[in-house]
Nanobody
Framework: QVQLVESGGGLVQAGGSLRLSCAAS????????MAWFRQAPGKEREFVAA???????HYAEFVKGRFTISRDKAKNTVYLQMNSLKPEDTAIYYC?????????????????WGQGTQVTVSS
């Protein structure tokens, strides 16, 4: 059974930082693209960042320069370092994995999903 488990969310003041982790089990994702999406109340789930099999990355415009996605293949874990957080970053953050090794920013391209971790940024 494949599982993605996110951790690291919480409450932080604007301008602060958080580091999210996504630990995978049940299969290795070394050759697969992984991504982070987020969903704010009343809004659609949106793409945040993705990393491909060779650690190439792609970001949504609204997080460029603030967020960094990375992966540790030995630990089967993906990370999202979030700096300079803003109140509009408040959302549930989801980790996702797909079969292919190349990046997609389309949520329907991802097969595996975690349960999400809440990130709340206060002003």
């Amino acid at each position: 059974q494949v599982q993605l488990v996110e951790s690291g969310g919480g409450l932080v003041q604007a301008g602060g930082s958080l580091r999210l982790s996504c630990a995978a089990s049940g299969r290795t994702f070394s050759n697969n693209a992984m991504a982070w999406f987020r969903q704010a109340p009343g809004k659609e789930r949106e793409f945040v960042a993705a990393i491909n099999w060779s650690s190439g990355t792609h970001y949504a415009e609204f997080v460029k320069g603030r967020f960094t996605i990375s992966r540790d293949k030995a630990k089967n874990t993906v990370y999202l370092q979030m700096n300079s957080l803003k109140p509009e970053d408040t959302a549930i953050y989801y980790c996702a994995g797909r079969y292919a090794g190349w990046i997609s920013d389309v949520k329907n391209d991802y097969v595996y999903w975690g349960q999400g971790t809440q990130v709340t940024v206060s002003s």
